[in-house]
């Protein structure tokens, strides 16, 4: 499984709506989702990519998956983070699972770091392996993954931009440091802050099946929802 960063063929900054428009598509046409699937064939590969989707008169902070045998499925980004609120719709089909190879993953996008119930609701539904396509500029959200890993027991891949972006006046400095954890919240894979890398590493999906701390303590059957209700 190859997973690559948010909006990773556009860029992360646009003028207006009218200048995103121009770099849109439906995932289910679309000349990157075609490009991307024709990728995953040759290679044998599913791919997790961030794109600018559209559909109708709406447009979304979408990562896709794709597979050797076509669009497994997509996610739109719930939680839009500063301008983008300006320029795209935030996510309205929910969290899910995608079923691959018998290994159910789930889909985060970058700023849904912040927010935990994110990954519990992706933990909570099965999924094993959390993808997160970033282009992080907050300082802190590798760290904070250790906590995602740790308190879900899940593998979690973060797909972060390197490099600098200067437009609309603004200017963004991408962190980069990728990284791939463990469920114990252990470093497998940990790329730089300034070069663009790939990482590779070996995993067993199944160490994410585990959920126990001690003979006496699970993460999830220990929850008390009943006394978390604040809404």
């Known amino acids: 499984m190859w997973v690559l960063p948010e909006l990773a063929l556009t860029g992360y900054e646009f003028f207006d709506t009218t200048e995103l428009r121009r770099y849109v598509e439906d995932v289910s046409g679309g000349s990157s989702v075609a490009w991307l699937l024709a990728l995953a064939a040759e290679r044998g590969a599913v791919m997790v990519m961030g794109l600018a989707e559209s559909a109708g008169d709406r447009v979304y902070n979408t990562a896709v998956v794709v597979g050797p045998e076509g669009l497994v499925g997509k996610y739109r980004k719930l939680h839009l983070f500063d301008r983008e609120k300006a320029l795209f719709h935030p996510g309205d089909d ?7 190879r018998g290994v159910k993953i789930g889909i985060m996008i970058c700023f849904d770091w912040i927010f935990p119930e994110v990954a519990r609701t992706l933990a909570l539904r099965g999924a094993q392996i959390l993808c997160h396509p970033s282009n992080l500029v907050l300082p802190y959200c590798q760290k904070a993954m250790f906590a995602r890993s740790v308190e879900n027991g899940v593998f979690t891949i973060t797909a972060n931009r390197v490099g600098v972006e200067e437009r609309v006046g603004r200017r963004f400095v991408f962190s980069g440091n990728s990284q791939i954890l463990n469920p114990r919240g252990e470093s497998l894979a940990q790329a ?26 699970h993460l999830f059957r220990d929850r008390r929802p009943t006394f978390y209700g604040l809404e």
């Open 192 to 217: 730089g802050s300034e070069t663009i890398e790939a990482k590779v590493v070996d995993i067993e999906p199944e160490a994410a099946l585990n959920k126990e701390i001690t003979s006496a303590n």
């Open 94 to 100: 929910g969290l899910q699972t995608f079923d691959i």
